[in-house]
């Protein structure tokens, strides 16, 4: 029987669905409505504010101009928010460390921290002292608010005109901001973090905090930080009895402490005292008649020597010391692997080739890393001058390597079956629409690892990173001590991921040991101010780890010794000395690398400039490799010369081997107790014979002239 009421119930649920849509086209129709009268009523009220006539272009570029400063005020804040990452850590803890640091010898090179017995508080300051200071660095420091607009606009005026830099435009803050948090790199984006960061201690500290901040924290030359420390480095005296003229010299220390470090270049401090004084009366902190006994009477500082610290090695090494004693004693003396004797070969070699040939090849920067097996590092240059950048470019500059990054890539080739004598193609190849050249822009055909690597064809790594993949690659560098993460792209076996200086010479120390790891370090003892031992390197530490196979390490040594003497790094050689490594030169000749080793040390070399710009065609196989061997021929000088694995010693001809060489600086020609060291009488053995021969040759020029001028007579 047919129910009566489905038919109803279907009619029902029609009709709930009819008025159920009705509803909702009736919400959307009143939405629009409403929508379209409520934007009618803005746009009638905005109206009255159109611009009309003249006015409407200056009130376009009005709100183009707030969009787009909007815009780039949101941007400046995503570049600076890692910066702020800095304040969340102690930074304050700097101030409770005081360190001296010891040569490998024992020998004092320096210190950092600040030192707490030469701490005074702000009011306890000569008012002369922090009148120069402001004066000079930041004549409005208690009137911005971190940032000088005025003085900033100011600078950029007289620059300017002096079509140069005269003046800076960084506030105290700013440069507070920079010795707190930042590096010395001039960079845009180290700019934008110093002006945030500048703010940040302006609506966190007080002026005064700021100002005493500055003065204790900067670096004054000599080794010293803040003016207490520089009081006595260079006066002898506690900063609350310096007389005006020797305020004026330290303040002005601020701009380029090692240019004008009066232990080192006393007219230049001077000059610049002198300018002080004259800021002191154009801020109108002083008058002329104050002043004149100081212009008159100049300060003098204490007798030092004229010795250069090694301020980039105590910055990396400091470092160091924060990390391994966190806690606890503060006040540490700290025994370092430096040996002075190679940092200041290393310090010659490098300001010899950037003054000899830096212009020609349009190059202003250079770095040195030398470590020996252990991986001591023995020297360490961070750049160029200290004074004028303390940005550290062997540990802290992240560069492209090159070609000195392919020893890598073969390595991972001879652990998957290669040998040096493997055959390679040398032909075109792709990845994707990424075609690879050689420097040449010629191709070999068939040849083998060894002329590969000898040559630094580009195509061969690339072909062999598509057989055994890019991945192996970056863990193989990871594996022999690079630390830098690194980026694995298509054009990683060529070296395009970068690393530091330090991390290249500790990789190619792999090599050099036969495939032992190394660890890098700079401190091998820390002790308390009154010597109780607080950490040791040996007994933290456990034997070197291997990571590569012998029969690899020995055969990538033998390839890169090849290098050395028959490719790239022809001009790295030296008698008498088995030397390996490897060349780099990176796209449109931005960086040069020479990385080499002996059986004594691994020593990297990296020129360049600090804003990415190119050289006039410097390769690795020039400058740096003749900058590697200036230094590593004094480093070889007087010590066991040790074979590299497989390579058995080359013997040295003694016509080619310089006087000099066995004269380095810092060496002793006594050994034992008043004897003459073996090489110290071979050494003047050969100077006795040649001497012997410039006298003989003397006599017969001598006899030769005699002859001459009788001739003459009797023709007269």
């Known amino acids: 029987m047919r129910d009566p009421f489905s038919s109803k119930k279907k009619s029902w649920r029609l009709f709930r669905a009819l008025e159920v849509d009705s509803a909702i086209d009736t919400f959307f129709f009143e939405l629009g409505q409403s929508s379209g009268m409520a934007w009618e009523r803005i746009t009638l009220f905005f109206r009255r504010f159109h611009a009309t006539g003249w006015k409407r272009p200056f009130f376009e570029l009005l709100s183009e101009g707030f969009t787009l400063g909007v815009a780039g005020a949101l941007l400046l804040v995503a570049l600076a928010v890692p910066a702020f990452d800095a304040v969340t850590k102690n930074w304050r803890s700097q101030a409770d460390y005081s360190v001296t640091f010891l040569d490998r010898y024992g020998n004092e090179i320096g210190k950092r921290g600040v030192l707490q017995e030469v701490q005074f508080g702000l009011d306890q300051l000569p008012d002369h002292l922090i009148q120069a200071v402001l004066a000079t660095e930041d004549r409005r420091f208690f009137e911005h608010f971190g940032i000088d607009v005025v003085g900033t606009f100011r600078a950029l005026v007289e620059n300017a005109k002096a079509g140069g830099v005269v003046q800076g435009g960084s506030s105290i803050t700013q440069q507070l901001a920079k010795n707190l948090f930042l590096s010395n790199e001039r960079t845009l984006e180290r700019k934008i973090k110093e002006a945030y960061l500048a703010m940040w201690l302006e609506a966190n500290l007080t002026k005064r905090e700021i100002l005493k ?6 670096y004054m030359g000599g080794g010293a930080f803040g003016v207490g420390a520089a009081s ?17 010299m330290l303040a002005g220390l601020f701009k ?12 230049a401090a001077r000059a610049r005292a002198n300018v002080v004084l004259t800021n002191l009366v154009q801020g109108g902190f002083m008058t002329e008649g104050q002043v004149i006994g100081a212009r008159r009477h100049p300060a003098t500082p204490i007798s030092r020597a004229a010795t250069a610290s090694p301020d980039y090695f105590l910055d990396w090494a400091f470092q160091q010391v924060k990390r391994l004693v966190p806690t606890g004693e503060r006040n540490l003396v700290a025994r370092t692997t430096l040996d002075m004797r190679l940092q200041r070969a290393a310090e010659l070699a490098v300001e010899s080739s950037l003054r000899e040939s830096g212009t020609a090849y349009g190059v202003k920067q250079a770095a040195l890393v030398s470590m020996d097996m252990s991986g001591a590092v023995r020297a360490m ?5 200290y004074g004028v950048s303390t940005f550290n470019r062997a540990t802290n500059a992240l560069r492209q390597p090159g070609s000195s990054f392919k020893p890598y890539t073969y390595a991972v080739a001879l652990e998957n079956g290669y040998t040096p004598a493997s055959i390679v193609v040398d032909a075109p190849v792709s990845i994707g629409n990424w075609s690879p050249q050689n420097y040449s822009r010629r191709y070999r055909g068939r040849v083998t690892l060894m002329t590969a690597l000898t040559k630094s064809i580009n195509t061969i790594p690339v072909r062999l990173s598509i057989g055994f993949g890019r991945q192996p690659i970056a863990d193989m560098a990871a594996r022999l001590g690079v630390q830098t993460p690194i980026r694995v792209t298509r054009s990683l076996p060529l070296g395009t991921s970068e690393v530091t200086v330090l991390d290249q010479a500790t990789g190619y120390a792999a090599f050099a040991s036969g495939g032992y790891k190394v660890r890098p370090h700079g401190v091998t003892r820390i002790l308390s101010n009154e010597g109780e031992p607080i950490w040791d390197f040996n007994r933290a530490n456990g034997p070197p780890e291997r990571v590569l196979d012998e029969e690899v390490a020995l055969n990538m040594v033998q390839m890169m010794h090849n290098v050395a003497e028959n490719g790239t790094g022809r001009r790295a050689r030296i008698p008498g000395v088995s030397v390996a490594g490897k060349t780099g030169t990176t796209q449109a000749y931005r960086d040069a690398w020479f990385v080499g080793y002996t059986g004594n040390f691994s ?9 990415f710009t190119s050289t006039r065609r ?4 020039n400058l740096p490799a003749m900058t590697w061997q200036k230094y590593m021929r004094v480093a070889e000088a007087n010590i066991e010369r040790k074979p590299l694995p497989g390579i058995p010693l080359p013997a040295i001809p003694d016509e080619e081997v310089p006087i000099a060489e066995g004269l380095a600086e810092g060496e002793d020609l006594i050994a034992g107790s008043g004897r003459l060291a073996p090489e110290t009488e071979s050494l003047l053995d050969r100077v006795e014979q040649r001497a012997k021969s410039a006298d003989h040759a003397a006599s017969s020029l001598k006899r030769e002239a005699s002859v001459v001028s009788e001739s003459r007579l009797a023709t007269q």
């Open 213 to 218: 901040l500055y003065l204790d924290r900067a």
């Open 381 to 385: 240059v961070g750049g160029r001058d």
């Open 603 to 611: 020593t990297a070399v990296w020129l360049g400039n600090d804003n």
């Open 256 to 267: 380029a402490p090692t240019r004008y470090a009066p232990h080192i270049n006393l007219p």
């Open 618 to 621: 410097l390769t690795g196989g």
């Open 232 to 248: 006595q480095f260079y006066f002898g005296k506690p900063v609350t009895d310096l007389r005006l003229e020797e305020s004026a």
